[in-house]
């Protein structure tokens, strides 16, 4: 069984702050991470892809991916209340996606 | 440039009752997925499509069919519905297995 695997949360932090959202997975073979957001009663929305070792950043968003600790985070700069949302990690195990069960996020204003 | 549409959005069905979920992507994209999602358990698989001519099942296929239309629609069925089978159903579609998803709206489905 190929897992990924979230802290459900809810993870909370000040406006403005950074926020840290973390993501392990099963199988070293895995070449594409993907980070999506999702808010309440809406459907997932890509944020970020990675596929190589190292950090990749997209305005406020930076994912880090390190495939020898098989962990791929996601940091938020500057935290929004709009970023409230759940964040779900998502792997790719021999050509399908696998998500995990994603960690709410709440941005206290 | 509407991306992925599903229809219906909303839907209750009596069990045993039978419904087909319709998915289309106007992104030119080679591989179409039907997921599922419940309450604590994330997005689960439960078919996808690699290519157009190709289904395959995915993570939990078990009372569901599909069909890939064509390039553009994936079709997903329930011959019999259980309650079970209440849950959020999303379809997604990516230019190639191993790349980006782009979901649709979803559908709610209740089976009372």
């Known amino acids: 069984q190929k897992e990924v695997e979230q802290n459900s949360g809810p993870l909370s932090v000040p406006e403005g702050a950074i926020a840290s959202l973390n993501c392990t997975y099963s199988?070293?073979?895995?070449?594409?991470f993907f980070w999506y957001r999702q808010y309440s009663g809406k459907s997932p929305e890509l944020i970020m892809s990675?596929?190589?070792?190292g950090d990749k950043e997209d305005g406020r968003f930076t994912a880090q991916l390190n495939k020898a600790s098989q962990y791929v985070s996601l940091l938020i700069r500057d935290s929004q209340p709009s970023d409230s949302a759940t964040y779900l990690c998502?792997?790719?195990?021999?050509?399908?996606?696998?998500f995990g069960a994603g960690t709410i996020l709440r941005v206290k204003s | 440039n509407a991306g992925v549409t599903q229809t219906p959005k909303f839907q209750v069905l009596k069990t045993g009752q039978s419904m087909t979920l319709q998915c289309a992507q106007d992104?030119?994209?080679?591989?179409m997925y039907w997921y599922r999602q419940d309450p604590g358990m994330g997005l689960r698989l439960i078919y996808y499509?690699?290519?157009?001519?190709?289904?395959d099942k995915g993570e939990v296929p078990n009372g569901y069919n599909v069909s890939r239309l064509n390039k553009r629609e994936f079709s997903l069925r329930l011959e019999s519905a259980a309650p079970s089978q209440t849950s959020v159903y999303f379809c997604?579609?990516?230019?190639?297995?191993?790349?980006?998803?782009?979901f649709g709206q979803g559908t709610r489905l209740t089976v009372v």
């Open positions: 997604a579609s990516s230019e190639h297995m191993n790349t980006e998803a782009f």
């Open positions: 199988d070293r073979v895995s070449q594409s």
């Open positions: 990675i596929y190589s070792n």
């Open positions: 998502a792997v790719e195990y021999g050509n399908k996606l696998v």
């Open positions: 992104m030119n994209h080679n591989s």
């Open positions: 499509s690699a290519s157009e001519g190709t289904t």
